[in-house]
C-alpha cells in the first residue's frame, strides 16, 4: 500500500467536490485526509494499492481529477507532477510523452494520472494536482 501526499496548485481543487454536494444527498466517499504544511498550505493524505493508477487512486479517495478521455492516454487533463516515489510507478511510455508535451505547464515530473500504473510495493509517493479551473470537461 502507498500513502500519497497530494498537493493542489489551486486550494480550490481540493474542495471541489464538497462544494458541489447537496446537504440532501448521499454522502460521497471521502477516504483522504487533510493538513496544513509549514506554509499554511492544506495538501491531502490519500492510499493507493498496487495495479491502481494515481488516478484511480484519486477518485477512490473522493478527491476530483479530470480525466476527459476516460483514461486510456488521449488527452492532458489528468495531468500531474510526480515530486516523489517515480521509482513506485510504472515507466513513462512515448505516447503519454506525447501527451505529456502537450499538456498545461509541462514539467520534468509530469506525467498523466490515468497511466502512472502503481508497481507491486509500499512506500510514500508526493504529487501536485496543477490548476483544474481551466480545464473544460465533464465534471467526473
Ligand atoms: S484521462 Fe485522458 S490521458 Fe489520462
New binding site residues.
Partial sequence: MYTIKINFENPDDLHHHHDEEDDHHEEHEHNFEVATDEQGKEYAIIKGQADHSI?ESIILSGLHLH????????????HIYVHKGEDYIEEISDREED?VDRAINPRLESR????CILLEGSGDIEITIPDQSGIIGHEH
Avoid: F, I, K, P
Fill in positions: 488516478l480525466h476527459n478521455c476516460g483514461a486510456v492516454c488521449a488527452c492532458t487533463t489528468c501527451y498523466l494520472g490515468c497511466q
